[in-house]
């Protein structure tokens, strides 16, 4: 059985016990009835496209089955990975979603994954109704926290064009008052512009403080442009130009609307990082379409990254420490697939290696338009 997602999915089959093999075989109802309730229910969903709709969701719906399965090397379906945070972040940046929304996305999955257990037989008993719930409380949570760090981070930009905006007329005002000075005016009118000039300089140096927050990425850049291509033909051209046959690639072909030079640099970067900090052995690049979505995966084996850092190294200027570079071109990666309606989703343990997947709409232009703000 080869499902989507984060985890090594080679090695999924021999582990999951009997529920979570009868949990699989439902998948497509469970989501296809979630999405349903989901635009039923929540009005802002009404609009949404189907792959930004069901955006990580089939990623977590694989982990909930995996923690359910004793065997399998997986705690809790949050555990080493960012899959409900992506999708919290996703949220705030792509939809008129509120924070409820999100929490009531997550009440209506375990509605419609207990329903559908019942339509068809399969039994739960109390534990596993119980994990459920807590895997679902967790999930709230980490959605939650990254639907505020994006409003937040959308907020300060906000703040960060408005500075822009503001600075320009002011240096107007503010030469304009030195002119006034200049010309020796009359010692009431040289006053008010002395005056002028002071609060100008004051206001100028509030404005540059904000500014000095801001990270150089967040400058505007020229726009991209999405042309037809096949994701599978790209990671192969990419994976080719890595040396001593390290990457093997896999996967169907995948024909959509994407742009080739920022793909191709975003795939470089996840394989130099995956061929620098892996164990040696080879590095696997898996593509792969479900509803509508591309899926991107790279895979090698090596240290993991930790828990607690899943959610950093993907943010602008981040270093990781001695022996962990992760953080270096993973915020470029990020900010690729976000301008491509996407995610990056991190999976990363001892037992399973680290996975890095990028998903995106086969074709974005519905969600973004017919060009994007490049990525810096």
């Known amino acids: 059985m080869n499902i989507p997602g984060l985890s090594d999915t080679a090695s ?11 949990l699989m075989r439902v998948r497509e109802t469970v989501l296809t009835s979630w999405a349903n309730a989901v635009q039923l229910l929540i009005p802002p969903a009404r609009v949404l496209y189907d792959p930004l709709l069901i955006d990580t ?8 089955v995996e923690s359910l399965s004793p065997d399998f090397p997986r705690g809790t379906p949050d555990h080493s990975n960012n899959v409900a945070a992506m999708h919290g972040d996703e949220r705030a940046r792509l939809t008129r979603y509120a924070p409820g929304d999100v929490v009531r996305e997550y009440q209506l999955f375990r509605n419609v994954l207990l329903a559908v257990c019942v339509a068809d037989g399969i039994a739960l008993q109390p534990s596993d109704i119980a994990a459920v719930n807590d895997i679902v409380d967790d999930a709230v949570q980490e959605a939650l ?5 994006r409003q937040s981070d959308q907020r300060e930009r906000y703040v960060m064009a408005l500075a822009h905006d503001i600075r320009n007329p002011l240096q107007n005002i503010g030469m304009a008052a ?5 010309h020796q005016p009359a010692p009431e009118i040289h006053k008010l512009a002395e005056r002028i000039t002071t609060n100008v300089a004051a206001t100028d140096t509030l404005i540059r403080e904000i500014l000095d927050d801001a990270s150089a990425c967040r400058a505007d850049q020229a726009t991209i442009e999405f042309t037809q291509l096949d994701m599978l033909a790209l990671a192969r051209d990419v994976a080719a130009s ?9 996967g169907e072909p995948v024909m959509g609307f994407w742009s080739p030079p920022h793909l191709r640099r975003a795939l470089a970067n996840l ?10 052995g080879k590095v696997s690049v898996q ?45 470029f990666v990020r900010r690729v697939a976000e301008c491509h309606a996407g995610t990056v989703t991190l999976d990363s343990s001892a037992e399973r290696g680290t996975t890095v997947v990028m998903d995106m709409p086969v074709d974005p232009r519905p969600v973004v338009g017919p060009t994007r703000r490049e990525p810096a």
């Open 12 to 22: 999924r089959a021999p582990t999951l016990s009997p529920l979570a093999l009868q």
């Open 57 to 64: 969701m089939p990623a977590f719906y694989d982990n909930l």
């Open 145 to 149: 926290a990254a639907y505020v760090r």
């Open 178 to 182: 030195q002119l006034i000075q200049a």
């Open 242 to 250: 890595v040396p001593g046959d390290r990457v093997s690639v896999a």
């Open 271 to 280: 394989l130099a990082n995956a061929v620098k900090y892996g164990d040696g």
């Open 287 to 331: 593509v792969s379409m479900t509803r509508g979505t591309v899926l991107l995966s790279v895979h090698n084996g090596g240290a993991p990254i930790p828990p607690e850092r899943l959610d950093q190294v993907l943010l602008p200027f981040h270093r990781g420490t001695a022996g962990d570079g992760w953080g270096l071109g993973l915020h």
